[in-house]
Nanobody, 126 residues
Framework: QVQLVESGGGLVQAGGSLRLSCAAS????????VGWFRQAPGKEREFVIG????????NSADSVKGRFTISRDNAKDTVYLQMNSLEPDDTDVYYC???????????????????WGQGTQVTVSS
């Protein structure tokens, strides 16, 4: 079992930055690929960005390329999502998710992930 806890959400003005954290417990986190997803009310959960188990491979949605980056510190069992140049359309609940896998492939769809955090709200004002 892996427990994931997101933090770092909040209210920010357009053009600002936030850093989200996803802290894991319960199992060696370095074995897991981690993705960040976001979801607005009434919409499907969408992939934002992900990192493989080693941190050597990342993938991101076109909508956040050049603005969002992901990193991980396996010694701290934590994955970070750095969000810069935030836009009002980035307003959503952000979730981190994990799946036990090796290699460079980063799953893009929610059913491919096994563990989920409770989410953290990000609100970007115009």
């Amino acid at each position: 079992q892996v427990q994931l806890v997101e933090s770092g959400g909040g209210l920010v003005q357009a053009g600002g930055s936030l850093r989200l954290s996803c802290a894991a417990s319960g199992h060696t986190f370095s074995y897991y690929t981690v993705g960040w997803f976001r979801q607005a009310p009434g919409k499907e959960r969408e992939f934002v960005i992900g990192v493989n188990w080693s941190g050597g491979s990342t993938n991101s949605a076109d909508s956040v390329k050049g603005r969002f980056t992901i990193s991980r510190d396996n010694a701290k069992d934590t994955v970070y999502l750095q969000m810069n140049s935030l836009e009002p359309d980035d307003t959503d609940v952000y979730y981190c998710a994990a799946v036990w896998r090796s290699g460079d492939y980063i799953p893009l769809s929610p059913p491919e992930y096994f563990y989920w955090g409770q989410g953290t709200q990000v609100t970007v004002s115009s």
